[in-house]
């Protein structure tokens, strides 16, 4: 804390360069208009991004304006034979782990396991040309599926009315893609960011174990099975179907490949140069498994199998969007909601991966990629698609260099479509389950659990309600739970804002928190609080109110310990970084009641 001054401007010992008051100067006026330019401009227009056209030529100007529409641009002219290279078989590593991955998803939305592969094959293409980051890995992800599949289902039955359920999820996808552009052009990308971390962390958790919940159907080979999601509702129907309703064939092939599928796992976390052998598990999986079952016949045993799979790549679905009726209105509710899942997580994604190879990614451009990508998609059959952790993880550690990655991952995908489906026949759905479960457990991260727990009590009870709602009742009710908990928890931080009674340490001149530091001494007779937060309207009253309350508790304790009574109220504001009317006015209102009670107030802003 920095010394304050005696009214002559001098230290107590009369020592002029020991002290020396500086009168604050007033800022300088601006102009209504121009405060409210410079005001958007930090809200929206942070990053400055028009300042590479600066002093450019007309030319130039546009092949600036194109490259940032679409920066594949850009990096196409540094690229090599040597990108490429790593570029190939990052690519072909990410496909053998999307394709199984991919049917799996589909069957989570409720959907025909060709979309999911249809979603790996058009979307990855335009995020490739639109997309700024270099790692990230497109296509559908679980946690999304889940939400799509959850939500749709609560408006139109997938199994009485397949056409309808389709036409939604379409609907969805392409609204999803709309508010996902529209967040981007229009600049409000710092909107995701109302999404606590801790409240991500518990609804991925709390959405991995649901996932995994909901899988023990075609795991256990369960051909009745209920609806719900809830954890409750779920392992009432597993253990409803124990005595008959269980195939020990289908569990035997489960079991079996999971353990494979969680030892590769092991071994690529052991050991980083062999992240191939995680990656091309699944594939493995599906080809030894569907061998398996074909030539034992196992599908007449009760194990159940994909049975058909469509050949050929994506056709036109123009036509089955809804854009009026009942269904139109659910289609823009479901896509805002899934969109905001999908955007978050693969933001999230792309900026980490960014910042452990040391380039930077524009925000709102990928949300205007992602969105462009979701809108095509939805165009061609395609359900949401995102950035995918595990695929990305596997693409970084494969060594890719560019977007070109995600380019070979849909050229693969469309081979598959093209030549390979048929031989899915016969893949049973306990290694589609499988392959799932093993997914989806790195989604729980106990230890940031544990690590939120012992920085912040708060965000611990957002962690733990999000999770909890997705467990015990379902994702929406998680999802809007963490959402809830997000925004309450800005609230009370804006009003309810940290103040402190500050004490001096021993043998030093810095004042510090009495509560953090216990040997911090209060000087008698004088309080000294300290306002850890901006001043507005929102908590103005609140902060005058709790300075009062300090000040009585301490009068109390003085009078208690036969000390002198307080007679000077000093209160720190270095960390009052902006204060509006109404704060000025409950200074003041605080300022007059001290002084009926011959209290001195004085602010005090530390200038060191």
Request: glycine residues 8%; contains cysteine.
């Amino acid at each position: 804390m920095a010394k304050t001054n005696p009214p002559d401007g001098r230290g107590s010992d009369g020592n002029d360069n020991t002290f020396i008051r500086h009168r604050v100067a007033l800022p300088p006026k601006e102009g209504l208009l121009k405060e409210f330019k410079s005001v958007v401009q930090e809200t929206f227009f942070h990053d400055a991004p028009l300042r590479d056209f600066k002093d450019q030529t007309a030319s130039k100007k546009v092949l600036l304006g194109i490259q940032a529409v679409f920066p594949i641009i850009g990096w196409a002219r540094e690229y090599n034979l040597r990108k490429l290279r790593g570029d190939v078989i990052s690519g072909l590593t990410i496909a053998s782990l999307c394709i199984p991955q991919d049917i799996g998803y589909a069957k989570l939305a409720n959907l025909d396991p060709k979309y999911g592969l249809y979603s790996s094959f058009v979307p990855p293409l335009v995020y490739a040309g639109m997309g700024s980051s270099r790692d990230i890995a497109i296509g559908p992800v679980a946690v999304v599926s889940l939400l799509l599949g959850t939500l749709c289902h609560a408006v139109i039955d997938p199994n009485e009315h397949p056409e309808e359920y389709l036409r939604l999820a379409f609907t969805a996808t392409f609204f999803a893609g709309v508010f996902e552009a529209a967040l981007g052009f229009l600049r409000l990308g710092f909107l995701i960011d109302f999404l606590s971390h801790a409240a991500v962390v518990g609804f991925m958790g709390g959405a991995a174990i649901t996932i995994a919940l909901q899988q023990l159907k075609g795991f256990l080979g369960i051909k009745k099975f209920t609806k719900e999601t809830d954890i409750v509702s779920v392992m009432q129907s597993v253990f409803a179907a124990a005595r008959h309703g269980w195939n020990w064939q289908t569990i035997v092939i489960g079991a079996s490949f999971l353990t494979f599928l969680l030892v590769a796992k092991y071994i690529g976390k052991k050991n980083k140069k062999l992240f191939w052998v995680p990656a091309i598990a699944p594939l493995i999986s599906v080809v030894v498994s569907t061998f398996f079952v074909f030539i034992t016949r196992a599908d007449k045993q009760g194990v159940q199998i994909v049975r058909h799979i469509d050949q050929g790549i994506n056709p036109i679905s123009v036509s089955k969007l809804y854009f009026s009726g009942k269904y139109f209105t659910e289609g823009i509710r479901i896509g805002a909601v899934a969109g905001m899942v999908a955007l978050t997580e693969a933001v999230a994604i792309a900026r980490t991966f960014a910042a452990m190879k040391d380039y930077q990614i524009d925000g709102n451009k990928e949300m205007i990629a992602l969105g462009t990508m979701n809108v095509v998609g939805s165009l061609t059959s395609c359900y949401i698609a995102t950035g995918s952790f595990s695929r990305s993880a596997v693409n970084y550690m494969a060594g890719c260099h560019t977007a070109v990655a995600n380019i070979v991952m849909a050229i693969v995908v469309a081979l598959t479509l093209v030549f390979i489906t048929p031989l899915f026949k016969y893949t049973p759905n306990a290694i589609l389950a499988a392959i799932i479960i093993s997914a989806v457990l790195g989604l729980i991260d106990i230890d940031a659990a544990i690590l939120i727990w012992k920085i912040d009590k708060l965000d611990f009870a957002a962690c733990m309600g999000a999770f909890l709602g997705v467990v015990f009742v379902s994702v929406e009710i998680g999802l809007l739970i963490s959402v809830v908990i997000s925004f309450a928890k800005i609230l009370l931080q804006v009003t309810r804002p940290r103040t402190a009674v500050l004490g001096k340490l021993p043998r030093t001149n810095v004042y510090r928190n009495t509560v953090q530091y216990p040997d911090a001494a209060k000087i008698p007779g004088i309080l000294i609080i300290r306002v850890d937060s901006a001043i507005y309207f929102s908590n103005s009253n609140y902060v005058r109110e709790r300075i009062l309350r300090w000040l009585r508790e301490e009068e109390e304790k003085a009078k208690a310990a036969d000390m002198p009574a307080i007679k000077f109220l000093i209160i720190e504001m270095s960390p009052v970084t902006d204060i509006d009317t109404s704060g000025i006015h409950s200074i003041e209102e605080l300022h007059k009641n001290l002084e009926k009670r011959e209290i001195q107030v004085t602010s005090f802003y530390n200038s060191m």
